[in-house]
């Protein structure tokens, strides 16, 4: 299922660095301007650190500017209800509100479209049919991943998170060819397909993937690429500033960026912008567009920009794959778990004093536990662990997979809310 070389969504795909960055200084100039006369936040902030919104400006003039991350967000947004000040275009110009765990409410104004080339340059073309099982449910992904999809021509299924067997026979009865969804949730389809009889590689028809939400181990994409004869192809993505940020060719060597956005790679606690090649968190500021104030968001994700030219003639620079998790935000399964959210759930538990939830990896698979102490040993452990799992479910969108009773004084007074114990190799 190898991509031709030299199959581009549009010429931009190429276009010498010197005129891409003579564009995105452009934008960026033009896109701080408009935050500037429109975004109360924004106008705040550039006057806070005396930043004028010139046509001068550059990509390193944003390191004045402070990063703003999911929590500042979120506050942003209770002090200023509903979008925290970053509301940039008439409210009537809004085609969707999208609600992410927080809660963090983002909009998107009509007539914007990020991921056509990501799912371009991962194969899907007219005559595909792909299955997009990223919810449709309040999260920008379904919708947006779907009119990406549309764009290279595919036919899509409308899937939705849920029913493994339900997907099977989908698979099976439409001879779906093309699979969008997380990594972990496209192998535990394949054990069940095996687990009911069937061989995947000959009875079904998937011949290309596509991943985001969580990072594809090599050990999986091994897997999938070698045991099942698939394409793999996965895109980075962040809600909050709009979407999709890059995505990988088929040198599957980094992820290239869109000129879309302002991707910085910095120093998590200065800010200040980090050389190609050094790791740092990844800040995203969107100028494609003037609906959004938001400028310098901290992503909390780990990477290196990559400024070597790539073997698929894409000339736009790269980010590795991610690398780790800066600050308390911690993605299970596809969902960011912030620390502050985890906390006010389990302060509404009177009998639990304290608490801490450890990711870990099992099987290829994201798990999440949640170890808990109680005030009052008489407590009904197993009601009171169902209330949590499913308060946890509702609230931060991740099921735990088990709660566990320790005894008094084991979670250290000084503990991390969520301790992230997964590694990626
Ligand atoms: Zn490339």
């Given amino acids: 299922m190898a991509i031709e070389q030299g199959q581009y969504f549009d010429d931009s795909e190429v276009a010498p660095q010197h005129v891409r960055q003579e564009y995105q200084r452009r934008k960026l100039a033009e896109a701080l301007k408009y935050a500037y006369l429109h975004s109360s936040s924004a106008r705040n902030l550039m006057d806070f650190v005396g930043l004028e919104p010139s046509p001068n400006i550059t990509v390193e003039d944003l390191e004045r500017l402070p990063i703003i991350r999911k929590t500042d967000l979120i506050e942003m947004q209770k002090a200023n209800p509903p979008f925290g000040g970053l509301l940039a275009i008439p409210q009537d110009e809004i ?13 998107q104004p ?29 999260s920008p992904a379904g919708l947006l991943f779907h009119e990406g999809l549309r764009q290279c021509g ?9 029913n493994t067997d339900a997907l099977l026979q989908t698979l099976l009865d439409l001879r779906v060819n093309g699979f969008l969804g997380t990594p972990t949730f496209l192998m535990s389809v394949i054990k069940r397909a095996e687990e009911m009889g069937y061989n995947f590689s000959r ?10 939400g969580e990072m594809l181990p090599p050990s999986l994409r091994k897997a999938f ?10 895109a ?17 060597s980094g992820l290239h960026l869109l000129d879309d956005y302002i991707v910085e790679i910095v120093d998590a606690h200065t800010g200040r912008q980090m050389n190609p090649g050094e790791v740092g968190e990844i800040v995203v500021t969107p100028i ?11 992503t909390g994700d780990m990477s290196t920009l990559i400024t070597e030219p790539c073997g698929c003639g894409r000339t736009s620079y790269r980010i590795s794959g991610i690398v780790g998790r800066a600050g308390d935000a911690v993605k299970v399964r596809g969902m960011f778990i ?13 009998e639990v004093s304290r608490f801490q939830i450890i990711v870990d990896r099992e099987d290829d698979r994201d798990d999440m536990r949640v170890k808990v102490e109680l005030k009052n040993d008489a407590t009904d452990r197993n009601q009171l662990a169902n209330e949590i799992s499913e308060k946890i479910q509702n609230i931060c969108r991740v099921r735990p997979d088990s709660i566990e009773f320790v005894e008094p004084g084991t979670i250290p007074e000084r503990r991390k809310t969520i301790e992230d114990l997964r590694k990626w190799e």
């Fill in 203 to 212: 009875d079904f028809a998937l011949k290309k993937t596509w991943f985001t």
């Fill in 338 to 350: 912030v620390a502050k959210q985890a906390e006010q759930v389990m302060s509404g538990f009177k």
């Fill in 95 to 107: 085609e969707r509100i999208f609600v992410s765990p927080g809660p963090i409410y983002e909009y």
């Fill in 236 to 252: 980075y993505a962040v809600t909050e500033p709009g979407g999709a940020i890059a995505y990988e060719c088929q040198e599957k």
């Fill in 154 to 162: 595919a036919t899509v299924v409308v899937m939705g998170t849920g």
């Fill in 110 to 138: 009509s007539g914007i479209q990020w991921f056509a080339r990501s799912f371009y340059a991962a194969g899907f073309r007219k005559g595909d049919i792909v299955v997009n099982t990223f919810t449709y449910h309040m």
């Fill in 288 to 298: 494609h567009n003037r609906s959004w104030g938001l400028i310098r968001f901290g």
């Fill in 225 to 234: 690429e070698e045991n099942y004869h698939l394409s793999t192809s996965q």
